[in-house]
């Protein structure tokens, strides 16, 4: 590089601040980082241990005393320019979860993390000193991959297999290997225990990996997604409703009556999911206010958001569940659905029976272990497992046995199913369907294809008139 007149190098300064090193002590970590600017611009470099960052400052300062120019870019003078440390997989797998973090559902962040630790767990290294299987995938799953402010310390079972990992991770340029992606997205296909994991599950965590090394190319360290180069094929994956898990309208108002006989506090939210097509977390988030319920005819139900429940360690508020907004939807939208008179009646009786939660929702928790009834206010939505043993027990006795062994209705999201299933096939257009199911019109069509009836018989009756009816058989 040429210099200027005064020996200078042209794109370094003199102008050299230094300024005392910050301590931060993270819920996980200690670090010690040396600030310090150079014409203006800000440089920073972090240390594990307050010893390397001193003498890290050290030497900043002897170069500054000296007289020796400072790079621009990099902050330091030539004695000091060393190459950065290389990138390895886990630090970076690591910051793309930090940077997701902030906007991500809970769900979102959980399947984040379950992908990240099985790619992970194949890329390290196989032989002695590696961490047993369960110790590995918990280091990577519930404290390398969770960037939530209010994890706890570090197990101290966990530290070495930590220690090994960091130590241990391939760097980002082995994923520039076609061989090593094929191995990680091999994995995805898997279940820990070796068993073929389900294809929408392989898709998922697929999209995933492709998402990480996408923010790599972000941050330059690839030309292109290495993932793009792999001519892997991905289990086939369908997500069309199976038409045996549709209810008809008399198994549907069966299984309801079953519910109300043995848990009448659950029996207006299945009423929900059947006739209005909510989403089982739409369900649990309702309250009182956002019904409109006429004495007769027609109501409406006016969506605010959702309730998911995901667990502690992957919410912002450190609880089993977080309110959300409506999925593929923002904060503060909304989504207006009709309440058939039917549903109308259900949500008035509910009303009439039990008394709302604090916050206004209807369906809430009123009961804690061992049937214990629970103070009021009422502030827990219902939980999961409490709704799903309540649907068990509606099947046993609203249905036959062979229909208890068979797939009709095995979830209560199926009920939803059969909502929209009988929208469509009711004549109401595509579009408004999905309005109200909060679907886009394309999903709708693909996801439902299975459970619109009537098409096989138009279709031939229309090939029929066209064809015409001839007099008789063809001649031999």
Request: aromatic share 8%; with cysteine.
């Amino acid at each position: 590089m040429k210099s200027t007149p005064d020996g200078r190098e042209p794109d370094a300064s003199y102008d050299v601040r230094i300024w005392k090193i910050d301590r931060y002590q993270g819920v996980r970590a200690t670090t010690f980082t040396v600030r310090w600017r150079v014409a203006g611009r800000r440089h920073r470099r972090t240390f594990a241990t307050a010893k390397l960052a001193e003498a890290f400052r050290a030497e900043l300062l002897i170069a500054a005393r000296r007289g020796a120019p400072f790079h621009l870019d990099s902050g330091v003078p030539s004695s000091l320019q060393l190459a950065e440390p290389e990138r390895t997989w886990v630090e970076h797998a690591e910051d793309y979860v930090r940077v997701k973090w902030p906007t991500a559902s809970p769900r979102h962040r959980r399947g984040i993390a379950e992908a990240l630790t099985d790619v992970t767990s194949v890329l390290l290294p196989e032989g002695s000193g590696r961490p047993p299987e369960p110790a590995l995938r918990r280091a990577l799953y519930s404290v390398i991959f969770n960037a939530s402010p209010l994890s706890p310390d570090v197990p101290i079972e966990l530290e070495d297999s930590l220690a090994w990992i960091h130590g241990h991770s391939p760097p980002m340029r082995a994923l520039d290997d076609a061989a090593v992606v094929r191995r990680a997205l091999d994995r995805l296909m898997v279940r820990a225990d070796g068993t073929l994991a389900a294809p929408s599950t392989a898709t998922r965590k697929r999209a995933t990996l492709h998402s990480v090394l996408e923010y790599a190319v972000e941050l330059e360290l690839f030309t292109s997604n290495p993932l793009k180069r792999v001519r892997w094929k991905a289990p086939k994956a369908t997500d069309l409703v199976d038409r045996r898990v549709v209810v008809n309208p008399a198994q549907a108002r069966a299984l309801l009556a079953a519910v109300w006989d043995q848990d009448p506090a659950l029996a207006a939210y299945f009423a929900c999911l059947y006739f209005a097509g909510l989403r089982p977390a739409e369900a649990r988030n309702l309250r009182a206010t956002d019904c409109t319920l006429p004495e007769s005819g027609w109501g409406l139900i006016l969506l605010t958001g959702s309730h998911q429940r995901s667990g502690t360690a992957w919410t912002d508020s450190g609880s089993t569940d977080e309110e959300r907004a409506l999925k593929h939807r923002g904060r503060r939208d909304t989504r207006p659905v009709p309440a058939h008179p039917e549903l109308v009646r259900w949500l008035r009786r509910h009303l009439q029976t039990f008394e709302v939660g604090g916050d206004g929702r209807l369906f809430v928790t009123r009961v804690g272990r061992f049937g214990r009834p629970i103070a009021r206010p009422y502030l827990n939505p219902i939980a999961s497992g409490t709704v799903y043993a309540a649907w068990h027990r509606a099947r046993e006795s609203a249905l036959n046995p062979s229909q208890i062994e068979s797939q009709l209705a095995r979830r209560p999201y199926d009920l939803r199913h059969a909502c929209l299933s009988t929208w469509l096939n009711a004549g109401v257009s595509p579009a408004r369907v999905a309005a109200w199911a909060g679907h886009s019109v394309e999903v709708l069509l693909r996801v439902y294809a299975k459970c619109v009836e009537g098409d096989d018989t138009i279709a031939l009756r229309r090939i029929e008139d066209t064809l015409g009816d001839p007099d008789g058989p063809p001649s031999a």
